[in-house]
């Protein structure tokens, strides 16, 4: 069965500088993976996804994630922070052979932007 | 035009009412689902349809049940409301399972406060 784990569960950065986001994955087959963001009483909102094209994969405003399958990682940076990018994050896994089984969301990361 | 649109945005209703929140997509998806969100931000999956047919119902307590009178909407109805069921419901559809090229849309989610 797939599962995310994202790493930090708060991240706090300065508006301008950059931000990442870690996020580890299981998989028994050849995952897709997406990040998800849900600002403050809003709904979620696709930010970027991987379906086993370009390992780098580029989102909306301005960020980015890279899928290392070594390290089953998918890490979701952005090079400079802006203080809309205050929201919280959620990275998704699934797998394309694993039937009837819907996305799994990992627990979220909240980012905090300083400004 | 909204593509996934879920009323009523807010719920206040008191313990051991019946009520139902709504869920329509236009974007043509042949899956729908429910998610839980609770107050740790957490997103568990409930149920989720295929072309009007159910396909996951999770161990949720029977006093919840879904109803997809056609493939472009999934209805949830809740008796017996209790204070843990207090929560952000969201409604969410996809062309498939995995969520393909597009993963999952999403609603903008109903928050139900049971006093």
């Known amino acids: 069965a797939q599962s995310v784990t994202q790493l930090d569960s708060h991240v706090s950065v300065s508006e301008g500088t950059p931000v990442l986001l870690r996020c580890n994955y299981s998989s028994s087959y050849s995952p897709s993976l997406f990040w998800y963001v849900q600002h403050p009483n809003k709904g979620l909102q696709l930010l970027l996804k991987?379906?086993?094209?370009?390992?780098l994969v580029k989102g909306i405003n301005g960020f980015e994630a890279e899928f290392k399958k070594s390290e089953t990682s998918f890490h979701l940076t952005k090079p400079s922070a802006h203080m809309s990018d205050a929201a919280e994050y959620f990275c998704?896994?699934?797998?394309?052979?694993?039937?009837?089984?819907?996305?799994?969301f990992g627990k979220g990361t909240r980012l905090s932007v300083i400004a | 035009d909204t593509a996934v649109s879920q009323t009523p945005k807010y719920l206040v209703t008191q313990m051991g009412n019946d009520k139902s929140i709504k869920c329509e997509q236009n974007?043509?998806?042949?899956?729908m689902y429910w998610y839980k969100q609770d107050s740790k931000k957490f997103l568990k999956i409930m149920f989720s349809y295929n072309n009007k047919e159910l396909i996951i119902n999770e161990t949720v307590p029977n006093r919840f049940s879904p109803k997809s009178p056609d493939k472009a909407h999934l209805n949830l109805h809740i008796n017996s409301l209790e204070l843990g069921d207090s929560a952000v419901y969201f409604c969410?559809?996809?062309?498939?399972?995995?969520?393909?090229?597009?993963?999952?849309?999403f609603g903008s989610g109903t928050r139900l406060t049971v006093v």
């Open positions: 969410a559809s996809s062309h498939n399972f995995a969520g393909g090229e597009d993963g999952y849309t």
């Open positions: 974007l043509g998806h042949d899956t």
């Open positions: 998704v896994v699934s797998d394309e052979n694993s039937g009837n089984t819907p996305l799994v």
């Open positions: 991987y379906t086993s094209a370009a390992t």
